[in-house]
């Protein structure tokens, strides 16, 4: 089932958002990640969040500011299980165009947005991680 975040997912959320960050950004310091926790709960209630839960389980959610992606992350234990596809398909079916960032060492997730429509843009660098990264965009067709 996806879901609009409640304050009460706030914990679990933002301990998926981190958990993950570690996992798929090994090339970026531990500390960065850790540094941004406590701002980053702030935000989550601020923006647009659904949630994937299954038996009262958030597996998984996808952060949006309009029509930006600000990411979207599944747990590391139900990743591969069609969580991120389903919760990206949640969003196409509420926008006609969705954009988001993507650092470019992080191929995997790069392959997973291509096999679902989005397409490379352009190229940019992240000043606060000093990694370069991808805009990638999807639209409606």
């Known amino acids: 089932m996806i879901r609009e975040l409640q304050k009460a997912d706030i914990n679990k959320v933002a301990d998926i958002w981190l958990d ?23 935000l989550l209630l601020q923006t647009t969040v659904y949630v994937y839960e299954q038996n009262q389980e958030i597996q998984g959610f996808i952060g949006l500011n309009d029509e930006y992606i600000e990411g979207i992350f599944v747990s590391n234990e139900m990743q ?13 079916n509420k926008r006609n ?37 991808y805009v990638m965009e999807w639209q409606q067709k």
């Open 80 to 92: 591969s299980h069609g969580i991120g596809k389903a919760l990206l398909n949640y969003a196409k």
């Open 97 to 133: 165009k969705l954009f988001l960032n993507v650092y470019q060492k992080n191929v995997r997730a790069i392959a997973f947005y291509q096999r679902e429509g989005f397409e490379i843009q352009n190229s940019g660098f992240d000043e606060a991680t000093k990694e370069k990264e």
């Open 20 to 42: 993950t960050n570690l996992t798929a950004h090994y090339f970026i310091s531990k500390q960065y990640w850790q540094k941004k926790f406590e701002f980053v709960k702030e």
